[in-house]
């Protein structure tokens, strides 16, 4: 597994190639997670200059082959022989073709606790008690073992949450966090239960830093969408990885619980490395980003509260109880925008679950803070423009997220439901990063929730609504959607086109991960619940093929996006007069079923753009710019021309009188602001 880097875009975005940076790598192993600060057991990362202000005077990254210099790192899924239990790292137990164990013993009566803290209705973040925890690697025929004693446990996950322990069994199957390095002494959480660790201060110490493999804890759920690939989220990650973006890191593991009284087998299941702190430190380790010295301390920067080892760290949902972003108006989720940091929508959620803050911080949760970074983040996102953004949060690095996030399509993400992401400030530059988490729908998974009706497949590079045919956020209308250009759209549309030109959308690619998996886990894991599957074709959902075939239709390796510019006097395809690129632009109607690929208009210079349609009898019509329609909609009333030009939305052309097949010649000049057309 090869490391994952997270920086601003370097000056080497001159030729937009990353060297071992954004989507490259340097080949080394990751940590292996121990605690003796030995930089050669722990992630290092390239330094790279803070260069933003290159970035957006660097004109190359608008050129329209600049995607061809960008570097993904190849998919490479091969299994590395583990030669010692302590030679063993965190990226084994996230490799396919490793069999991972996970074997739980718990006490009938942390069940019933379990299951009262379900029947609360919130969604309880308390930890009961594991008896004990077996982890077990299979690696070429050699059986690796780890064995932790009191482990926390707990129910995780939103709309997945179902009774948990009745009558003396385990009733359903449910997603779970294990925590490892849990102290199980809250009073809040525990009452007179609470472990009292007095003049126990080593003992302590030790349990707060107890870790597997560099992880605090693992959570595992259950195969909730029916994906019969087993891999979709797994890809996921991969890609996001390969593209040098921040994500957690996913697995599969068989898992079974033994009861006082009974043993179940939950099957084969989905293994992550939890959304926490500890993800942060372990992929952020950069000069100009977490600035870590150590690996569990980061430098005080110039940045956030003084006597904190980490930035602000943000999960974002839409909250619970007070928490909740409806209890003020708002109901369009935590957009980063003003209407969603008010009053109790940011701050600490309670153990107990009855209070989750749309933006729960994950760090710096023990001091009286005020949160002001986010409070000005938002601020500035809702009223200022992308230049100002782009002082307080990397656009760049967003951009390149979003980039993956459109080939992955979870209609349950930041730009169509905004949900499942984290924000991170950093303590060195106090921008703020996005890190995408949850991606349980993906590349197609339809199962209980599919709000366009064709999981994402169709969805437009340059789409201004969401799933749920809503207007995106102002994050995205200021920046990789806005009407103008700017570094992060650039940025944005050349990841679109090299993940598109690389191995990663490509079925056998998926089917090579498919096929490992399968090998490793198909004969011989076995559930009490359920059967368990493998199917290519995924039968409850789009199969991968289908709906990589259908979303790479959506993206055209020639489109063009410069900035604006002012015009030479020249003719030529680079320099289009107004400002504007208007290639490649599609006429498109009810004539052809307001298709967006049949009648492309063509360049004839000098502002000049010409197409020749076929229609049959009256028709309305609009200009399609890779699924952008109002930012270049010339309509403005009910004729067609000479019209004065408009980049006004709502307006359809008209033609009028046409009876019979008629051939028509449409004109478009953008610098004289004419649209005529004429039969021919």
């Known amino acids: 597994m090869k490391k994952k880097y997270l920086l601003a875009l370097p000056i080497l975005l001159l030729s937009l190639t990353s060297c071992g940076l954004i989507g490259g ?84 009566s942390e069940l019933e606790k379990l299951q009262e803290d379900y029947s609360t209705g919130y969604k309880s973040e308390i930890y009961r008690h594991c008896k004990s925890v077996t982890i077990s690697i299979l690696n070429y025929g050699n059986t690796f073992t780890w064995n932790f004693n009191d482990v926390g446990i707990r129910q995780k996950g939103n709309t997945s949450r179902k009774s948990i322990f009745e009558d003396g069994n385990i009733v359903n199957l449910n997603h779970f966090k294990l925590s490892f390095d849990e102290t199980f002494d809250d009073v809040e959480a525990y009452g007179a239960d609470a472990y009292d660790w007095t003049n126990k201060a080593q003992e302590k110490k030790e349990r707060e830093d107890r870790e597997f493999l560099g992880l605090s804890g693992l959570d595992i759920k259950w195969n909730k969408n029916f994906d019969t690939t087993h891999i979709k989220e797994v890809y996921a990650s991969k890609l996001y990885g390969a593209c040098g973006i921040l994500s957690q890191e996913i697995g599969l593991c068989e898992f079974n619980v033994s009861s006082s009284n009974q043993d179940y087998k939950f099957g084969l299941c989905t293994l ?23 690996w569990k301390e980061e430098k005080a920067g110039s940045y956030g509260v003084s006597e904190s080892n980490y930035g602000d760290f943000y999960k974002a949902s839409w909250g619970v109880g007070s928490g909740g972003i409806w209890n003020y108006g708002y109901g369009d989720g935590p957009d980063l925008s003003n209407n969603t940091v008010k009053g ?22 023990d001091v009286d803070y005020n949160d002001s970074q986010l409070f000005n983040l938002a601020n500035v996102i809702t009223n200022k423009k992308y230049e100002e953004i782009d002082k307080v949060m990397d656009l760049s690095y967003f951009a390149v997220a979003q980039a993956v996030n459109y080939y992955i399509g979870n209609p349950d993400d930041f730009r169509n439901n905004n949900n499942n992401y984290m924000i991170y400030f950093s303590r060195v530059n106090g921008k703020a990063y996005y890190i995408p988490i949850d991606n349980d729908r993906c590349f197609g998974i339809t199962k209980d929730y599919d709000p366009d009706g064709n999981g994402l497949k169709n969805a437009k590079v340059f789409s201004t609504t ?26 944005y549309l050349n990841y679109v086109k090299a993940i598109k030109a690389s191995n990663w959308v490509k079925n056998d690619t998926f089917k090579a991960l498919y096929d490992i998996a399968k090998a490793t886990y198909e004969s011989s894991v076995t559930s009490t619940f359920t059967t368990i599957n493998f199917d290519l074709d995924d039968p409850n959902n789009l199969s991968f093929n289908e709906y990589m075939t259908s979303k790479l239709e959506q993206v055209d390796l020639s489109y063009d996006l410069k900035p604006a510019v002012v015009d030479d006097g020249g003719d030529d395809n680079n320099d289009l007069d107004d400002g504007h690129n208007y290639t490649p632009v599609h006429i498109v109607g009810n004539f052809n079923g307001w298709s967006s690929t049949d009648y492309p208009l063509e360049y004839k210079g000098n502002g000049v753009y010409q197409v020749t349609i076929t229609i049959s009898s009256n028709t309305k019509f609009k200009f399609n710019r890779n699924g952008e329609w109002n930012q270049i909609n010339w309509g403005n009333d009910d004729s067609v021309g000479p019209n004065a030009l408009s980049l006004n939305s709502g ?30």
Do not use: Q
């Open 272 to 294: 992550y490395e939890p959304a926490s702190k500890s993800m942060i430190k372990r992929h952020l380790k950069d000069d100009d980003i977490l600035n870590l010295p150590e």
């Open 466 to 491: 969401n799933a749920n045919n809503r207007k995106v956020n102002t994050l995205f209308t200021k920046t990789i959607l806005a009407s103008d250009t700017n570094a992060s759209k650039a940025i």
């Open 651 to 680: 307006a359809n052309f008209k033609i009028k009188g046409i009876t019979g097949e008629t051939t028509l010649l449409v004109t478009v000049d953008v610098i004289n602001l004419t649209c005529t057309w004429e039969v021919v």
């Open 25 to 108: 790598s340097s080949g080394d192993k990751p940590s292996s997670g121990n605690n003796d600060n030995n930089d050669d057991n722990n992630p290092t990362v390239i330094d790279n200059p803070d260069i933003e202000d290159d970035i957006k005077t660097d004109d190359s990254i608008y050129d329209v082959d600049a995607y061809k210099n960008i570097n993904l790192e190849a998919p490479d899924f091969s299994t590395p022989k583990i030669l010692t239990k302590d030679s063993a790292t965190y990226s084994d137990l996230f490799n396919l073709g490793n069999k991972v164990t996970v074997s739980i013993e718990v006490d009938d």
């Open 344 to 365: 109790s929508c940011v701050g600490v959620g309670n153990l107990s679950g009855s209070y989750i803050p749309a933006y729960e911080r994950k760090t710096n949760t």
